[in-house]
């Protein structure tokens, strides 16, 4: 879990998130990858959280959900 590993700044854990969730997509567990997009999501960040959202909705795309 990225909750037990410290960070300077609170976007450093939704950036995570995000990079957890490309991840995923490339590996092909779009669940996954989801899951960690709307972690990233949740964070607030008004640079993070738009992106995040996006890269979920694509992968709904493609699960044509």
Do not use: C, W
Request: aromatic share 10%; glycine share 4%.
């Amino acid at each position: 879990d990225l909750h037990s590993f410290p960070t300077r700044r609170s976007s450093d854990l939704s950036f995570a998130y995000q990079l957890l969730g490309d991840a995923y997509v490339q590996q092909e567990e779009y669940d996954k990858a989801v899951s960690a997009f709307e972690s990233a999501a949740k964070s607030g960040n008004e640079i993070i959280a738009p992106m995040s959202l996006k890269k979920a909705g694509l992968v709904y795309l493609e699960l044509d959900k």
